[in-house]
């Protein structure tokens, strides 16, 4: 059973929340304007998901939000560890802030997430970084409104990033970034130690949320107009799988289905080793599990597999796939690819290449390897030069990008239901939406469309999107 943070412990951060709105009350008398709390997340869904509850408990502690640190009285960098370069970047912009704070003493800096959470880290950090005020790990988010009140009320830097297999809080608020999708989280941690990754050290083992606070939380979004259901886990193949009932990931998923007012349903990440009938059967059967799967690889080569603790091979997982596509023959794929892994030779590679050219992904996330330190990898040694393995990443680009485009090709003159995200990022006269099966669909129309159903015509492919002309509103 999972360790459950105590109704007393949250009760307790509340008195500190309260604390928190009385001092910022005060800054109002003085400042005529509530404090400016900047966050910035670097991570995956996971830690977006963890950002907004952090912004829930501070808008419910009286603060306002802005989008640069440069304006802000307090700023929360929600890091990632999974690659060296998420960790450069939050020291690049460590350096920014060290500028900003010498004109500005008052400005709190605080620093949470997966790359605290790591060991040392936290030391490392505050010996370059010593203007950073509040570091507190995965399993200490709760305790946000008392850190807070500590930091704020000693002047001093204040830290927690603890060791430890992991909890579950209920109940934090949460301020979340769109009205009409939203992430939850199923379950916490990982259990699968893949030999190049970070993650089980620093979220914890692996911890089911009950499905009666699932079911909750999503009644609770539906009544706030919320239609779209993503299902979190970095593995949600292993859901239930601690709980006392007997409810695996296919119960869930059926269940949400059932939900009324859910329209879509998705879910990430898929395991391959754990990825079976029963759960494409379900996908299948329920009419608002999105025709969507992503299915990490990783490599092809069945003895980097191997080297990399996955516990499938190249030909299991090619047979997944082929299973998926004969139940669910529209079903979109994507997947997470890692090139130059230790010991992976170009010969090796070629089985990537193979793989992406049998599956046909419509997407892939590449990743070229990085070493983490603490990792079982971290031990091997390589056998391609770094100039090798940017020319296989190169070429894996390549490959990948001729099949995504010709995927998106297949779209072109057919009619697809849209859920509008709002106005398209890369240009304001357009709106952006997706397909059921995921691809973003650029289109003409009124921001009032903003969180509706649509039908619209797709007029042209592109690599990584569509454009399309709308045909009917209000679907
Ligand atoms: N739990 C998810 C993924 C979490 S991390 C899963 O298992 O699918 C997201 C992706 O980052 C991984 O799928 C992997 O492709 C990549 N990744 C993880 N560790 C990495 C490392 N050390 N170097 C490069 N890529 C890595
Ligand atoms: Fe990392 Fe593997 Fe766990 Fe994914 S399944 S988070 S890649 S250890
Ligand atoms: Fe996610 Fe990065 Fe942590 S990928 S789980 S934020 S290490």
């Not at 695996?248 to 990430?268: C, E, P, Q, T, Y």
Request: aromatic residues 8%.
């Amino acid at each position: 059973m999972a360790n459950y943070i105590s109704e007393n412990e949250l009760a307790r951060q509340k008195e500190f929340i309260t604390r928190l709105k009385n001092i910022n009350e005060e800054f109002y008398k003085i400042n005529g304007r509530r404090p400016l709390c900047n966050t910035e997340t670097y991570g995956c869904q996971q830690n977006e998901n963890d950002t907004e509850r952090i912004r829930g408990i501070l808008k419910e502690a009286g603060y306002d939000f802005c989008d640069r640190a440069e304006d802000a009285d307090l700023v929360i960098y929600n890091t990632c560890a999974v690659r060296e370069n998420a960790e450069d970047k939050v020291f690049g912009r460590l350096g920014i802030l060290r500028h900003i704070k010498e004109s500005r003493p008052e400005l709190i800096i605080g620093l949470c997430g997966c790359m605290v959470q790591q060991e040392n880290m936290a030391e490392k950090i505050r010996k370059v970084h010593n203007h950073t005020d509040l570091i507190f790990g995965t399993h200490a988010l709760y305790k946000l409104p008392e850190l807070l009140v500590n930091t704020i009320e000693s002047k001093k830097a204040v830290t927690d990033v603890e060791n430890s297999d992991g909890n579950i809080c209920e109940n934090l608020p949460i301020l979340r970034k769109s009205e009409s999708k939203a992430w939850v989280s199923i379950m916490y941690g990982c259990n699968n130690f893949c030999s190049y990754c970070i993650v089980p050290y620093v979220r914890g083992r692996e911890r089911s949320r009950s499905p009666e606070k699932i079911l909750e939380e999503i009644n609770e979004l539906i009544k706030n107009g919320v239609t779209e259901i993503c299902l979190l886990g970095q593995n949600v193949n292993s859901y239930g799988k601690d709980l006392a009932e007997n409810c695996d990931f296919s119960d869930l998923l059926r269940m949400v289905n059932a939900i009324d007012g859910v329209k879509r349903i998705r879910f990430m990440t898929s395991h391959p080793k754990d990825f079976g009938d029963k759960l494409i059967k379900t996908m299948a059967e329920c009419e608002k599990v999105c025709h969507q799967l992503h299915l990490p690889f990783q490599a092809g080569n069945s003895r980097v597999l191997s080297e990399m603790n996955r516990r499938y091979t190249k030909e299991q997982y090619l047979e997944k796939i082929e299973r998926v596509k004969a139940a669910i023959p529209d079903i979109a794929l994507s997947t997470d690819v890692i090139v130059g892994f230790p010991t992976e030779t170009n010969e090796d590679f070629e089985d990537t290449l193979d793989v992406l050219k049998k599956v046909q992904f419509d997407t892939i996330f590449s990743f070229i390897y990085s070493r983490r330190e603490g990792t079982p990898a971290a031990k091997l040694d390589f056998v391609l030069t770094d100039e090798e393995i940017h020319r296989n990443f190169d070429r894996l680009l390549e490959v990948q990008n001729e099949i995504s485009r010709r995927k998106n090709e297949a779209y072109v003159g057919k009619i697809y239901t849209v859920l509008v995200d709002g106005v398209s990022k890369n240009n304001e006269e357009m709106l952006s939406g997706r397909t059921d099966t995921g691809k973003i669909v650029n289109f003409a129309g009124d921001k009032a469309l903003t969180g509706k159903y649509v039908d619209v015509k797709i007029t042209k492919a592109h690599t990584w999107s569509l454009n399309g002309e709308l045909i009917k509103e209000d679907i």
